[in-house]
């Protein structure tokens, strides 16, 4: 059975960090790709950000380069997502999501508009001003 649990969101100060966490069981590293999404009231989701956990090839929303980190333990079969410098329009649900491992060229591409076959709950950061 695949799981995916996310934990570590919060409330937050403007410009303050938090990390969230993805645990990930019932699959086998290296056979998939994880990303970060995330989605605000009354807005679509969107990508955030994705790691290969084959080569750790990594990809970003613009808006986010430089400020979010994705990384993983492999031992822990975990992936983090590192925020920095937090801004008000950061406030969503996070969610993390696996799916098959698409390759360098399609996760560099499409890895914010593919299909994920695995998802977590989720989890709220609210970032105030």
């Known amino acids: 059975q695949v799981q995916l649990v996310e934990s570590g969101g919060g409330l937050v100060q403007s410009g303050g960090s938090l990390r969230l966490v993805c645990a990930i069981s019932?699959?086998?590293?290296?056979?998939?790709?994880v990303a970060w999404f995330r989605q605000a009231p009354g807005k679509e989701r969107e990508g955030v950000g994705t790691i290969s956990t084959a080569n750790t090839l990594r990809a970003y929303k613009d808006s986010v380069k430089g400020r979010f980190t994705v990384s993983m333990d492999i031992p822990e079969n975990t992936v983090y997502l590192q925020m920095t410098d937090l801004r008000p329009e950061d406030t969503a649900v996070y969610f993390c999501?696996?799916?098959?491992?698409?390759?360098?060229?399609?996760?560099?591409?499409?890895?914010?508009?593919?299909?994920?076959?695995?998802w977590g709950q989720g989890t709220q950061v609210t970032v105030s001003s």
């Open positions: 019932g699959l086998k590293w290296g056979d998939y790709d």
């Open positions: 999501a696996a799916g098959s491992q698409a390759g360098v060229f399609r996760l560099l591409k499409d890895w914010a508009s593919r299909t994920y076959d695995y």
